[in-house]
């Protein structure tokens, strides 16, 4: 089962910051928080990643709370093209993703 | 560098039917990893293979087979098809098998009627 739980759906206004939560309250000391997102009819894409750190790619920030059991995903300024279904993911850096049911992301103009 | 590639990208099969999807990960990857779609139940992972290993196994029946051969690319069988089995069929390469650098394929989509 997934270890993770993120609110069904979410709306952002094109331009502004999207914030998404994932709550992973049984988050061990050696999973990392990943995302991922899956856009309409394609596959899955990576996003970020982060252990306890909080971390900025050219995508988005990860913010993991100090106990871990939490974090928000921040699209910094979205677009129509960031709408997609997002995905939480706790994992120990091995090649096994268990999706839940994730966050569809509406943008919109 | 190409990406990864699945076919066929759509299938129709009759229950009791078997079915061969293939993937072609990305050059020099080892590692690649199944996963099924479907409205219900969502991405589900199936198996992962290094190196022609199976080194990770979902909660699937038997009916759901992979193999990886020595040029990384992989295949997955699923015997007796049933109506359930109808889904999307992903599969994701990466290097090491590290979960964040896999990079997914477009999937094959399969019907089972």
């Known amino acids: 089962d997934a270890k993770t739980t993120q609110p069904p759906s979410m709306d952002c206004a094109e331009g502004r910051a999207a914030n998404l939560p994932c709550n992973h309250s049984?988050?061990?000391?050696?999973?990392?928080v990943y995302w991922y997102r899956q856009i309409h009819s394609q596959g899955p894409q990576y996003i970020i990643h982060g252990l306890k750190n909080n971390e900025t790619n050219e995508m988005a920030s990860l913010i993991i709370t100090e106990d871990r059991k939490s974090s928000t995903l921040i699209l910094p300024h979205a677009t129509l093209r960031d709408t997609a279904v997002y995905y939480c993911?706790?994992?120990?850096?091995?090649?096994?993703?268990?999706f839940g049911q994730g966050t569809e992301l509406s943008v919109k103009p | 560098k190409a990406g990864v590639t699945q076919t066929p990208r759509y299938l129709i099969k009759t229950r009791g039917q078997q079915v061969t999807l293939s993937c072609s990960p990305i050059?020099?990857?080892?590692?690649v990893s199944w996963y099924q779609q479907t409205p219900g139940q969502g991405l589900q992972f199936l198996f992962e293979y290094f190196s022609e290993t199976q080194r990770n196994k979902g909660n699937f029946p038997g009916r759901f087979s992979g193999r990886q051969f020595s040029n990384s690319r992989s295949e997955m069988n699923v015997s007796t098809l049933e109506l359930g089995d109808s889904a999307l069929y992903l599969c994701?390469?990466?290097?090491?098998?590290?979960?964040?650098?896999?990079?997914f394929g477009p999937g094959t989509r399969l019907t089972v009627l």
């Open positions: 994701a390469s990466s290097l090491r098998g590290r979960a964040d650098t896999q990079y």
């Open positions: 993911i706790v994992s120990n850096e091995g090649g096994k993703l268990i």
């Open positions: 049984t988050i061990s000391g050696n999973e990392y």
């Open positions: 050059s020099g990857h080892r590692s």
